[in-house]
């Protein structure tokens, strides 16, 4: 059997089985569904389902490797896309690891260039190095760290849809994607009418674009200031947090100089109790408004959220539907309470394969996590291994099913 007719058949299987349950998004008859096949590697879009029962005996029918649907309401989502009647839309922030840098996609991602056959370790470049090409074809994997970074900044995401903008727990829902992060996804009357630009401003102020810090009245231009609301607030936070922690090293690194990188650092005790609790910006001397304002830059990137800003935009996103699995991982896009994000494990929530095991002819792959096991790192070699490991190498390109 193929590897790519061993992927389909558990595909199948997953989708034809009666303990399947895939959640139905609300006024499922008022989206567009979205499919992309298998065999074909085509998508199908403007499809429509009455029910959840009837997507389901479709899926075991057509077994999609992904489906999607859209965030959008529609007066007839079958319709081609500017005479649906478009009725309004959820927001839905996308975090995946692919827009956070991480240190660990120089370990396990490749490029190798399509032209001269160059290859190297982490992000491919915008030219190769050796012939100036610049198409690649790149090889990705998906770690604990990845996954762990794109959890906080979902994390903080959550923070600002919570306390500064005041929605509840009620309608916020957070899903990890199935694949390199997690999506939230604002379910509320208050957002549906927002247009492209009202989106905008949102991923504006959640990624902290175009904030100017302590802009008062002109007479009191040359004094620092940072109120108790929202970013102001969060800044003040994230500024307390990060002097707390901060070495000289961190201080330099960020552009200070020096001496003025000492000074911070003897005197932590005073800024946190005087500058940042009690408002008292000038009691440091040496410390200008110019550095207060070059650390608040710096902690406004580190407290703002990494959002993939154009699935926010997009008022007909389609978004891969929960309860379906990843045609990259094998993998379940799934739901989990927003109380449990810290403890969420998507190496085990997420897994849909669980009998069964499969010999592999693995080309390379680093150390990973499925569930309690740890499998791995493989260099060419033939490997038995669970099911879910098995669909998860096959999909991510790292193995083959052996003879
Ligand atoms: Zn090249
Ligand atoms: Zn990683």
Redesign the pocket.
């Known amino acids: 059997m193929s590897s790519r007719d061993f992927v389909y058949r558990k595909f199948s299987d997953f989708y034809s089985d009666p303990a399947t349950v895939i959640p139905s998004p609300s006024s499922l008859g008022q989206r567009e569904i979205g499919f992309l096949l298998f065999k074909e590697r085509i998508m199908l879009r403007h499809k429509i389902f009455a029910s959840i029962d009837d997507l389901k005996l479709f899926l075991s029918e057509e077994v999609p490797s992904d489906v999607y649907r859209s965030c959008a309401y529609y007066e007839n989502p079958a319709a081609e896309m500017d005479k649906k009647g478009w009725l309004g839309a959820d927001l839905v922030f996308d975090i995946d ?1 692919d827009h956070i840098p ?1 240190s ?2 120089k ?3 490749e490029w190798t260039c399509k032209k001269c056959g160059f290859a190297d370790k982490g992000e491919p470049p915008k030219q190769c190095s050796k012939c100036g090409g610049q198409k690649f074809d790149t090889k990705t ?7 762990g970074s794109a959890k906080e900044e979902t994390t903080k995401l959550i923070d600002i849809l919570q306390n500064d903008f005041g929605f509840s727990n009620k309608e916020i829902h957070v899903f990890f994607s199935g694949h390199r992060g997690y999506h939230v996804h604002v379910e509320t009357e208050a957002v549906k009418s927002l247009d492209t630009m009202d989106r905008k401003e949102i991923v504006d102020y959640v990624t902290g674009l175009g904030l100017s810090i302590s802009k008062r009245e002109r007479k009191q231009a040359s004094k620092f200031f940072l109120s108790d609301f929202a970013w102001n607030k969060r800044i003040k936070q994230g500024m307390s947090k990060f002097i707390s922690d901060t070495t000289i090293d961190d201080l330099k690194n960020i552009g200070l100089k020096s001496a003025i990188s000492n000074i911070i650092f003897t005197k932590k005790e005073l800024i946190l109790r005087k500058c940042i609790g009690e408002g008292l910006w000038e009691s440091v001397p040496g410390v200008s408004v110019g550095t207060w304002r070059k650390l608040s830059e710096y902690v406004k990137e580190l407290e703002s959220s990494k959002i993939d800003t154009v699935v926010t935009t997009d008022t007909h996103r389609l978004i891969r539907m929960n309860g379906t699995l990843h045609g990259k991982t094998g993998l379940k896009k799934v739901e989990f309470p927003l109380g449990s994000l810290d403890d969420f494990d998507p190496f085990k929530k997420a897994v849909a394969f669980k009998e069964g095991t499969v010999k592999l002819y693995v080309s390379d792959v680093p150390e990973f996590r499925l569930g309690e096991n740890v499998f791995g790192p493989f260099e060419r070699e033939t490997v038995v291994l669970p099911t879910a490991a098995a669909v998860l190498l096959i999909c991510k390109g790292r193995a083959e099913v052996a003879k």
């Open positions: 690891a991480t660990c996609n370990l396990h991602d994997w998906v770690c604990e760290q990845c996954l």
